[in-house]
């Protein structure tokens, strides 16, 4: 059963192709990971799969279903939850209260207007749940301004597993944390069941590693590897891209 | 600790504790209750201007504080609830209370349905501007459409006091300060709940983070559209309040000018609280009425100055200052399990 | 309508449109390069009108010394809004714009407690003053000088914009902010000569425009309102769009009151919508 299939998806900004035929599909369960150099288009793709942009050209099916020009939030009720490159919790809330607010969002609650946030025990005692498993719980009364980088992205990441979504997006997850704190991650996407398929933005080699079953290598917005992780660390091309980069830092430094 | 535990300790707490937190409303309730017989009628007056301008900037801070709109357009929505009234009464001779005030919030939310659908198809910038320009564009309609003023004059003048349908009964100052703090308080109460609803967090949510309130589930242009139509219900109110209050309305009541009152009241008394807005209504109003006697001419300056100075140096408003100084005193009673 | 009036109501739309250009242009340029609403811009140019009027006429001293003295007074409050608040509100865009509300208020009542509410009376420099009478048309020579002062001051904003270092750094800006400043340019120095070169054409506005519309307490926002309208429609960060949009709404705003008074005003705020909808950057502007 297919999660996801791509067909020849193109996106294109005034003149600059970000993305150029871009087709692959994804079973259900599979964990995937999309690497590249900056500028790839990786975070276009995930934008384009998530609704927040229209491709170009090209057709996305997820389970089966058309849903290339389909908005963002209906693509969330469909079962897709995505993380952010950027943290994008809000910060001037408390984690309780993103937290909240992250649970409503597929449910018919989210338009109530007269009950208090807090009358529905049954919630909070799921984001009882979801924030000590990330031993959030007790810090559920801060602003989510004042935690630290790695427990923002803690946060962000067990918010985005918490709705129980189909596919998982994550945009980046270990940027700007710690090996010990990657590993965290690592360790949160290997527990998930075999119900969730999982695809990951990622610079992080040993997060990808650890975690991908799969690995798909864009350049220049073009997928130029697909394959099992063994395969890609000795795939020609591959090394090509990574070590054009480095020989031109070497060079750029030598001169 | 499970919710239910976490229920039973906030039972728990000294009723010092709780008293201090809800002290702010019930000391509120009571001097709008008792206080006002006891002035003069002219301040019976004030009191009156100033529950009304209360729910107008409550409703504006629903958009502005927990949504993030800032726009410059929403007296038309005060106006459109203002002319109904005036309308109603020039034109029908109807002054029943009863018709006049759902017709005029649902003309009121009219307004805001067609505002919304035009204003929320730009954003940020360009979304002040097309506000500013819905606006005015509703004032020159007031202004040119002669069936909207009365011969010989700009706006509609003479309007009396709603009829409430009951025989014999007469209006004095005094009944209708209670008859508008009866809605002041059910509109409070509705702001209350809307606040603190999924729907007021997801409103909050949407101003700090729009992307990913929308990967969340949510629809975000709806949410928007549908606080706009309720600050535009709720801006009616005040509108129509306002018309039985001065028994006038002007094209000028639709203009730039008055969409300038309720955003330095929430500016003020403090934006994304319940009580800021009505704190800033009561300050302007009060300081307002009293500087216009000792210095008419310099009222508005130095309101323009205390603005300035409230955006700069204490954009909490007035009421962080003082919620501050509330929460520590409840901390000195005992532990404050917040 | 007669080509007497006609010719009238042109001239008039022009020389009405070359003083909300000299308006438009600092308000969008800074709306450009800062992305702030700078709505106290026409407060600026009425207090140099005030200011010019007090040089010219109560001090009875040389018309261009209150020309200058106003622009520079303009440009100096200006500075003193920049400098002294608005940057310190670094990047929050609302509270900016409440601020320069705020500031479009307090200069207006300040300026009526300075000059009380005294409708001021057009005042004239004696080289400027009469008509020009040409075939049956008698047309004050003021209003020519305004519109030939416009045409120079908009080529010279023009050059500026195109031809100069400067203005290639502030259409940098204005189209890549992190770009710029990544190459080393002092954006923020930039920013506040730019938001004071407005500022003095503003205030220069103003005493030049209070010519044939006077001054009174209440320019702040007369003046302003137009010079929005203009910016949407023109387009905004360009002198072209400024230019552009500032003699459409001189023209429809002459010819639309002659033809029909009561329609002119609900005219422009409805183009305006219809431009924010449909092609928000303006008609002449940069695509954002």
Known sequence: MEALRVEGLSKDFGGIHALSNVSFSVEVGEHMAIIGPNGAGKTTLFNLLNGQLSPTSGRIYFFGRDITTMPTHRCAHLGQARSFQIISLCPNLTVLDNTLITLHGTKRSRFQMFRSINADTRLLAKAQEALSAVALWDTRDELVKNLSYGEQRRLEIALTVTSEPKLLLLDEPGGGLTSAESADITDMIHKLGRDITVLLVA????????????????????????????????????????????????????S | MTIAELKETMRQQPWQVLLIRFAPYILGLIALVILPPFFSTPIQGIWTKFLIFAIFASSYDLAYGHTGLLSLGHAAFFGAGGYTIAVLNLHYGIDSLWIGLPLGILVGALTAVVFGLIALRVLGPFFLMITFALGMLTF???????????????????????????????????????????????????????????????????????????????????????????????????????????????????????????????????????????????????????????????????????????IMYAPGGINIHLSRLWKRLGERYGSVKS | MSAEAFVLNLLNGLSYGMVL???????SIVLGLMGIWNLAHGALYMVAGYIGWTIAVHLGMNFWLAVLLGA??????????????????????????????????????????????????????????????????????????????????????????????????????????????????????????????????????GVIGAQFLGVYSGLGLDMLLPALIVVIVGGMGTMQGALFGAVLIGLIDAFGRALFPQLAMFTMYLLMIVILLVRPSGLVGRRI
Not at chain 2, 171 to 184: D, E, P, Q
Not at chain 2, 285 to 295: K, L, N, Q, R
Not at chain 3, 21 to 27: D, E, I, P, R
């Open chain 1, 203 to 254: 610079h992080d080699m040993d997060l990808v590693f650890g975690v991908a079953e799969r690995i798909i290598v864009l350049h220049y917005g073009k997928i130029i590897a697909d394959g099992a992780p063994e395969e890609i660390r000795v795939d020609p091309r591959v090394r090509e891209i990574y070590m054009g980069i480095e020989e031109n830092i070497e060079n750029a430094t030598a």
């Open chain 2, 140 to 310: 020159s309609i007031a202004w040119n459409v002669r069936w909207l003023n009365t011969p010989g004059m700009q706006g509609i003048t003479g309007v009396p006091l709603p009829d409430l349908g009951i025989p014999g009964f007469s209006w004095s100052t005094i009944s209708f300060y209670y008859f508008v703090l009866i809605i002041f308080l059910l509109c409070f109460f509705l702001v209350y709940r809307i606040m603190n609803s999924p729907f007021g967090y997801s409103l909050r949510g949407i101003r700090d983070g729009e992307p990913r309130l929308r990967s969340l589930g949510y629809n975000t242009w709806l949410h928007k559209y549908l606080i706009i139509i309720i600050t535009g219900a709720f801006a009616g109110v005040a509108g129509v309040l306002y018309v039985y209050y001065y028994g006038m309305i002007v094209p000028a009541h639709l203009a730039i000018g008055t969409s300038f009152s309720p955003m330095i009241m929430v500016i003020l008394g403090g934006s994304t609280t319940l009580l800021g807005p009505v704190i800033g209504a009561a300050v302007i109003e009060f300081v307002g009425y009293f500087a216009s006697i000792f210095t008419p001419e310099r009222w508005p300056l130095i309101l323009g100055g205390i603005f300035v100075v409230t």
């Open chain 3, 21 to 27: 250009f000299l308006l438009a242009s600092g308000l």
């Open chain 3, 72 to 205: 520079i007074a303009a440009g100096l409050i200006g500075l003193g809004i920049e400098r002294g608040f608005l940057r310190k509100l670094y990047r929050q865009v609302n509270e900016q714009v409440l601020l320069t509300f705020g500031f479009l208020y307090i200069l207006t009542n300040l300026s009526l407690w300075v000059w009380t509410g005294r409708f001021r009376v057009p005042f004239t420099a004696p080289a400027l003053a009469g008509s020009f009478i040409i075939g049956d048309i008698t047309y004050p020579i003021v209003r020519f000088v305004i519109i030939i002062i416009g045409i120079i001051i908009a080529s010279g904003l023009w050059w500026l914009q195109e031809r100069t270092r400067i203005g290639a750094i502030v259409r940098a800006g204005m189209d890549d902010k992190e770009m710029t400043m990544g190459l080393g340019i002092n954006l923020d120095r930039v920013s506040m000569f730019t938001f004071l070169l407005a500022a003095f054409i503003a205030g220069f506005a």
